[in-house]
C-alpha cells in the first residue's frame, strides 16, 4: 500500500493570513512533532492551496483507524498546549475525516495534489469502489501523475474533544476522499475537467456535490525526522 498504513486523517480548513507564519511555524515545529510522537501515526504532509488564499490541506497516515481512539492520541486532544490552544479558534472552516484507506495506488508524496471531496450515489458504493480502483492503476501511471488512493471516513466512538471546541463550530467531515498526487500541476488540474470531473464522478456512482482542491506540498515529516523534538 502506498499510503503509510491502513488509515488516514485527512483535514481542510482555511487559515488567515495574519496568522499564516505563527501557524506555519508552530505546525512545523511543535503540532507535527507531537503528533508524530503517538504511537501509530506513520507521516505527517501539510499543503497549501496551489493557487493562493487561505486554504490548508494536511494528511495524516496511520497505522490503523484505532489510532484515531487510542489512549495516546485522546490524551493530546484533550490536554493542548498553549501554543494550540492560542491557534485553534483560528481554524476556519474545518473539514476533518477520520478514514479507512480503501484503495491506494502509487505515490503519496509529490510536488501536488488534488483532493476530491464525495460521496457515493445511493446503493452505488461498490460499483463507485470497484471503478475508482481501477481508474487508480490507470492514473498512477500517467505522465504528471503519481499515484491516487481512496479513502473512506468513519467517526470514532470517541467525545467532542477539548480542540474541537476550541475550534468553535462542529467540525464538518467528507464522505470519501480521492488524494491524487503528481509532479505536474497542470495535469493534476487537468483531472478535475477530465477522469475527475464532478459530471465524470456522476456517471460512475458519486452522488452531486462533489468538492474539488488543488494544492502544493508545504512540509513532509516522518516519526523520525523529528524525533528529538518530541516532548
Keep these: 500500500m502506498a499510503l503509510l498504513g491502513k488509515a488516514a486523517l485527512a483535514m481542510w480548513w482555511d ?11 508552530w505546525h512545523a515545529h511543535e503540532h507535527f512533532p507531537e503528533r508524530l510522537g503517538i ?3 506513520r507521516r505527517a504532509s501539510r499543503w497549501r492551496a496551489a493557487g493562493g488564499g487561505e486554504g490548508v490541506f494536511v494528511l495524516y497516515e496511520l497505522e490503523d483507524h484505532g489510532v484515531l481512539s487510542s489512549p495516546s492520541y485522546l490524551a493530546r486532544l484533550n490536554a493542548p498546549t498553549p501554543w494550540s490552544t492560542r491557534l485553534m479558534p483560528q481554524h476556519r472552516n474545518m473539514v476533518r475525516s ?3 484507506v480503501l484503495e491506494s495506488r502509487g505515490g503519496s508524496m509529490a510536488g501536488h495534489a488534488l483532493t476530491v471531496r464525495l460521496s457515493p450515489a445511493p446503493g452505488r458504493d461498490q460499483a463507485l469502489r470497484s471503478t475508482l480502483r481501477a481508474l487508480a492503476a490507470e492514473l498512477a501511471a500517467q505522465p504528471g501523475l503519481a499515484g491516487l488512493h481512496l479513502l473512506r471516513h ?5 467525545a467532542q474533544t477539548t480542540e474541537q471546541k476550541l475550534r468553535g463550530a462542529g467540525d464538518q467531515y467528507a464522505d470519501w476522499v480521492l488524494l491524487a498526487c503528481g509532479y505536474d500541476a497542470a495535469a493534476l488540474a487537468a483531472l478535475t475537467d477530465t477522469a475527475l ?11 452531486p456535490g462533489t468538492a474539488h482542491g488543488l494544492y502544493t506540498l508545504a512540509y513532509c515529516a516522518v516519526p523520525t525526522d523529528v524525533a528529538d523534538t518530541v516532548a
Design 15 to 25: 487559515m488567515a493570513p495574519a496568522a499564516r507564519a505563527d501557524f506555519e511555524h
Design 39 to 41: 504511537p501509530g501515526f
Design 98 to 100: 477520520q478514514c479507512r
Design 154 to 158: 468513519e467517526t470514532p466512538a470517541i
Design 197 to 207: 470531473s464532478g459530471t465524470r464522478l456522476a456517471e460512475l456512482g458519486a452522488a
